[in-house]
């Protein structure tokens, strides 16, 4: 499944909230929560990245990975917290005013 | 997103970069290698592993890129290739530099000089502490149109009592202390004041302490407290001066303090302060209308200056008994209060508000210049720009390149403004007429700092959008095809600019006229006889105290003995005394009664000015006998009441009789005095325009009547005596012969009277100079305005000039269109000038003498400087399209 337009910020968001992940673990992560359902453009992440800590919601450092190689590591800063909450919200209230307006039968209107 | 986190992220782009591209690198190839190790774990082959990985992940060029963009690091990079392609490009063309760097300096320069003048006048007069909340009390009768003077005790007392609005208070009064350093006696100038002074003003001593209650009680101990001038100059900035006892007006003071450099309030020439003492009784109700201190208040804090002002007024109708209810009424009298810098500068306030308009009217010029010539360097480049746009560099990034070029400009402008700005305040101030630079100074702090860095960005925004904007809509694909020519501004924007540099040329001409006009006007000025002969003349002023002269026969003997010893002295021709000398910038008036020649009861009755003079006074000064007979040692006291008329008042009071042997009364004394000559009308406070009197200005022909000193009291007067030599040669004489009669007295305000008729002339002066100065800032603007605007249309018209020598033209014929297009540019800017020059100074007319508002010459000599130097700024571009090679022109086509 093709992501949404919009919707990669806020799943990087959520995939870092958990615990802190380098870039190929954020590709993992979403994969595996997502069950495979969700298909990423591996390219288009970085940038994603890159704005994101740019806009001061997540943070890096450098780490050690799994298989002992030198990876950055990205986590959730406060701002980041506060800025996945409401992007949560506003991702819940659209999903129930586009699920009411799906929905809807002909003697509803 | 917080600003905060986006700066730090710019900074590290900015001080990291070669970091941040390195760890980029590895933190993409690090994540394809961990794919690729995933899919061998899955089974793939190692190597199909690897290529797959790669195909997946995409271009890792092209992720980079976007992460860049991502984190903004495009924009300072951009901004840091444009300052590295400024720098480039800059020392490439130096006369560009120059020339933009002298206009944007100049620009800048003027208007940190006056924000400089600004801040040191009104946002932070020396030495004072918060002077926002510093207010002066003052009071007025509406009825008989005083409406601003000074307040008595009572009226003070009631501040002093509101100490819910006023914070502290105090009061002031001037005193004069005489005082023996040196050889001979100074006079050092006094402020006595209430205890609280300093703390109203916030002011700390360097040195010691200042005054306490108790010090400030009638009959108390004598303390003084220092002015840090004062403590240099007779003290030798000695620490041990602090608890010396020195004499003043023969009486022990005690030095207790030194204040700091920058206080010398109330007036900058402030020798010392001692306390004032005023007895309680001063404070009593019946004091309410004697008005004769300066008080001063600072405000409680959270206290508004309105609200301070509005409470005055209430307590201005709070009548503490019927009499003063009834005079206050009948008089409209009341209380209010000025901010402090208002009532020390105001009279500044205006003149420095038109400057500050002038001189940013300057920087827009200047900033539209810049603009232009960096126009005309853009139109060059456009081809550049198309190539890069077309190969994929961001709008944003040639904007940054563009702001990054500017900005360089912008800081060299800077740079070179505050330097102009602190030589120009240097020259201003010394320029300025004496009473108003006295103690001023402008320091270079951080408040001026700011607003030169603030002016500084203003301008380069101003100046650097235009082409940065420019840079930015070129589209590649019409500039590739056209060879870039299609970016030739619009026609509308060339007409526009071609009217701003007519404007400029017109502006430069009308200052240049206006400048001529003023400089004939002050030569004619300083021409004009002022009916005596200052040449050669030295003068001083002094003052007799009153417990050591304290009859007229003392002073008379006192001057008498002077003048003798000053008339034989050598090199001395002549010398005389009298109450006032001319342009000390003093007059005074009184009515008087002609015998036999009562005036009908309601109207004024006659009046001139009067003056106490010895016989010495008219020939020291060559004042012209017209009839009878001067003063005579002879007419002294006991002799008959004499005096000697100046032709103005004959001609006023006795149109056809002969005055010699009518009596006047009036002015000095009550005895009915014989006029015994007539002697020629002086100049006696400016050389041309109405004389000021004490109450206003005056009419120039108003008479004169003189009486004796010796028939008259003469405590304070000025020496006058005539050398046979220059001037300076009689100082020493006048000093010695007053020190030989009385070794205590000091003798000040030593002045040759040709210096002293150059000083009222310093506004003038002083006008003619700023005049000047915007003078050769408006034509040095206009002249690079005329240069951009030129330059640029020849590099728009390159191949035109390519084809028409292509086709015969000579390099001659292509110099003949360029100055063309420059010179009519020229003759509308002339004849604009020349138009609103004359219409500018008819206004003034009332202050120019002896020169014509359209001075032929004036207006001639500048249209032909404007010709000369638009002639020069349209040359050096007419010479770069004359050596166009037509080959070279057509090719690039």
Redesign the interface.
Same mark, same amino acid.
């Given at each position: 499944m093709e992501l949404l337009q919009g919707t990669l910020d806020m799943l990087i968001l959520k995939a870092v909230s958990l615990s802190p992940l380098?870039?190929?673990g954020v590709?993992l992560r979403i994969q595996q929560i997502s069950k495979d359902r969700l298909e990423i453009?591996?390219?288009s992440l970085?940038? &994603?990245l890159?704005?994101l800590?740019?806009?001061?919601?997540i943070a890096s450092e450098?780490g050690e990975?799994e298989?002992k190689?030198? &990876?950055?590591y990205y986590r959730l800063t406060a &701002?980041g917290k506060r800025k996945l909450q409401t992007e949560t919200e506003k991702w819940n209230r659209m999903a129930d005013v586009i699920e009411g307006i799906l929905h809807t039968r002909p003697e509803e209107v | 997103m917080t600003f905060w986190s986006r700066l730090q992220s710019w900074t590290r782009a900015l001080l990291r970069r070669s970091r941040i591209e390195s760890e980029m690198n590895s933190e993409l190839r690090s994540h394809i290698a961990a794919y690729a190790e995933d899919l061998v774990r899955g089974g793939t082959p190692e190597k199909e592993a690897i290529r797959r990985a790669g195909i997946e992940f995409g271009s890792i060029e092209r992720v980079k890129e976007e992460c860049r963009e991502a984190r903004s690091i495009n924009f300072v990079e951009g901004l840091l290739q444009g300052l590295r392609f400024g720098l480039r490009m800059l020392r490439k063309s130096p006369g560009f530099t120059a020339v933009a760097v002298l206009t944007l300096a100049l620009g800048i320069g003027a208007n940190t000089a006056i924000f400089s003048i600004v801040n040191a006048l009104f946002l932070h007069p020396a030495g004072v502490a918060h002077p926002e909340q510093v207010v002066v009390e003052r009071a007025r009768y509406l009825k008989i149109g005083l409406n601003n003077i000074e307040v008595s005790a009572p009226d003070f007392a009631q501040v002093r009592n509101s100490t819910k609005i006023f914070a502290s208070a105090a009061l002031e009064q001037k005193g004069d202390f005489n005082y023996t350093a040196g050889d001979y006696p100074v006079d050092l100038e006094g402020a006595l004041v209430s205890w609280e002074w300093f703390d109203v003003f916030g002011a700390k001593p360097i040195l010691g302490r200042v005054f306490t209650a108790a010090e400030d009680e009638p009959n108390a101990n004598h303390e003084i407290v220092l002015s840090y001038g004062a403590w240099e100059r007779w003290f030798g900035s000695s620490p041990n001066a602090i608890g010396r006892t020195i004499q003043l007006n023969g009486q022990p003071y005690h030095i207790i303090g030194v204040m700091a450099r920058d206080f010398h309030w109330p007036r900058p020439t402030t020798d010392l302060w001692a306390p004032l003492g005023l007895p309680s009784a001063k404070y009593s109700v019946q004091n309410t209308f004697n008005e004769a201190y300066l008080a001063v208040a600072r405000l409680q804090p959270g206290i508004t200056f309105s609200e301070a002002n509005a409470y005055m007024a209430l307590l201005s109708k709070q009548y503490p008994n019927a009499r003063v209810k009834s005079f206050a009424e009948a008089s409209e009298w009341g209380m209010f209060l000025m901010p402090f810098a208002g009532y020390v500068f105001g009279d500044l306030r205006t003149p420095i508000l038109i400057l500050g308009g002038a001189v940013a009217f300057v920087l827009l010029i200047a900033c539209a210049n810049i603009a232009g010539l960096l126009l005309a360097k853009a139109a060059g480049r456009s081809k550049e720009l198309a190539v890069r746009a077309a190969l994929g560099a961001s709008r944003k990034r040639i904007v940054a390149q563009a702001l990054g070029e500017n900005s360089l400009l912008g800081i060299l402008g800077v740079l070179a403004g505050l330097l102009l700005s602190q030589l120009g305040l240097h020259e201003l101030v010394f320029a300025a007429p004496k009473d108003l630079a006295t103690g001023l100074t402008f320091p270079l702090d951080g408040f001026v700092l700011t607003f030169t860095a603030l002016v500084g960005i203003v301008a380069v925004l101003v100046f650097g959008s235009v082409p940065a904007w420019h840079m930015s809509r070129v589209n590649p694909y019409d500039a590739m095809r056209e060879a870039g020519r299609s970016s030739t501004g619009s026609r509308a924007r060339q007409n526009f600019r071609a009217w701003l540099v007519a404007g400029e040329l017109a502006l430069g001409l009308v200052f240049l006229a206006g400048t001529g006009v003023l400089l004939k006007s002050l030569a004619c000025t300083a021409n004009v006889n002022p009916g005596f002969n200052p040449h050669g003349v030295m003068t001083a002023a002094l003052s007799l105290p009153k417990r050591q002269y304290s009859t007229p026969d003392k002073q008379h003997s006192f001057f008498r003995s002077v003048l003798d010893r000053l008339k034989h002295a050598p090199g001395i021709k002549d010398a005389g005394a009298g109450d006032l000398i001319p342009f000390v910038g003093a007059n005074s008036s009184a009515s008087f009664e002609i015998q036999g020649k009562p005036s009908p009861p309601g109207t004024p009755g006659p009046h001139g000015d009067v003056r106490l003079v010895s016989p010495g006074y008219f020939t020291a000064l060559g004042i012209p006998l017209l009839k009878g007979r001067f003063f005579t040692e002879d007419d002294r006291k006991g002799s008959q009441f004499v005096a000697v008329i100046d032709d103005n008042l004959a001609r006023q009071y006795w149109p056809n009789e002969n005055p010699i042997g009518q009596k006047i009364r009036g002015g000095a004394g009550n005895d009915w005095c014989t006029i015994v000559g007539i002697v020629g009308h002086i100049r006696f406070t400016t050389l041309v325009g109405e004389e000021t009197s004490s109450v206003g200005s005056q009419s120039s022909t108003k008479g004169v009547y003189y009486y004796p000193m010796y028939q008259n009291v003469a405590s304070a007067g000025f020496l006058i005596a005539k050398s046979h030599g220059g001037a300076a040669s009689a100082e020493t004489a006048i000093r010695q012969a007053v020190r030989s009669v009385d070794p205590n007295l000091p003798v000040s305000d030593m002045m040759a009277m040709d210096a002293r008729i150059a000083e009222s002339l310093g506004p003038q002066r002083f006008a003619t100079n700023l005049l000047a100065l915007f003078a050769g800032l408006a034509i040095l603007l206009a002249a690079v305005g005329l240069y951009g605007l030129i330059s640029y249309s020849v590099t728009q018209r390159t191949n035109e000039f390519g084809i028409r020598m292509a086709l015969g033209a000579r390099p001659q014929d292509v110099l003949r269109l360029v100055l063309q297009q420059g010179g009519r540019l020229a003759m509308i800017g002339a004849c604009v000038g020349i138009v609103a020059g004359i219409i500018l100074m008819r206004a003034m007319q009332s202050v120019l003498y002896g020169v014509s508002y359209a001075d032929p010459l004036s207006f001639i000599g500048a249209a032909a400087l404007l010709a000369l130097i638009a002639l020069v700024a349209c040359y050096m571009p007419a010479r770069r399209a004359m050596r166009v090679d037509p080959i070279v022109a057509l090719r690039y086509e």
């Open positions: 380098h870039g190929y590709l453009q591996q390219g970085y940038p &994603a890159y704005r800590e740019h806009q001061g919601w450098w990975s298989n190689r030198k &990876a950055k &701002a | -």
